[in-house]
């Protein structure tokens, strides 16, 4: 049990693209979600936090504008990189956790290359 | 506030020999501690998971952690290596979970390679 999917695994866009990265809890119900970038041989960093029906939190120096998140039921948060540069380029992961409960399940990773 | 110190960026063991994570945390109560191990481009799994409960815990893949207060150390083990847990592992605790906000602290991570 507490799967959690994402898809893609890998993608590749041109500059100035954006991106849809799917987060999915596939046997539970999460009703939050959270956004990680993780950069080469680095630990994780959080990006925002995504509750279902609500807006998301973002951390300090995330760009809201940037990052979309939406998370439109317990089983689903999206993030889509508007307009990709570059410097976007890293592997972003997903968790999912359920109500009042600590651990979180994470996903496979999404790579994105913006060339 | 919660954090997490891992004491190694790198390990290196040989093949069949006993590995040692070591890990401390900083927290304003009895945390909850958590190991996850990363293999390269892969998200993270979680190892073992320490709430409160009996202060060794075991895990998967051999692995066991041993919770220690007085010491403020998870310390991660395993007694015989094998060329699959090559991997970065993760330390890390929990704060007190509160609806809708993170609650995990993580580690800055180590990387354990295995020597054939």
């Known amino acids: 049990g507490a799967v959690v999917s994402q898809h893609p695994s890998r993608v590749i866009c041109k500059s100035g693209t954006s991106v849809k990265i799917e987060c999915r809890s596939l046997d539970f119900q999460a009703t939050t979600m959270f956004w990680y970038r993780q950069f080469p041989k680095k630990s994780l960093m959080l990006m925002a936090t995504?509750?279902?029906?609500?807006?998301?939190?973002?951390e300090q120096g995330v760009e809201k504008d940037k990052f979309l998140i939406n998370h439109a039921s317990l089983t689903l948060s999206t993030l889509t990189v508007t307009s990709a540069h570059p410097e976007d380029s890293s592997f972003y992961i997903c968790?999912?956790?359920?109500?009042?409960?600590?651990?979180?399940?994470f996903g496979p990773g999404t790579r994105l290359l913006v060339l | 506030a919660q954090s997490v110190t891992q004491l190694d960026s790198h390990v290196s063991v040989s093949e069949g020999t006993p590995v040692l994570l070591r890990c401390n945390y900083s927290?304003?109560?009895?945390?909850?501690l958590f190991w996850y191990v990363q293999h390269p481009n892969k998200g993270l799994q979680l190892l073992l998971k320490?709430?409160?409960?009996?202060?060794l815990v075991k895990g998967i893949n051999g692995f066991e952690a041993e919770f220690k207060k007085s010491e403020t150390s998870f310390h991660l083990t395993k007694p015989s290596a094998h060329m699959s847990d090559a991997a970065e592992y993760f330390c890390v605790v929990s704060d007190l979970p509160s609806a809708g906000a993170n609650n995990l602290f993580f580690g800055t991570g180590t990387r354990l390679t295995v020597i054939p």
């Open positions: 968790s999912a956790r359920i109500r009042d409960g600590e651990t979180q399940y």
């Open positions: 995504s509750n279902e029906g609500s807006k998301a939190t973002y």
């Open positions: 320490y709430t409160s409960a009996a202060t």
């Open positions: 927290s304003s109560y009895s945390p909850s």
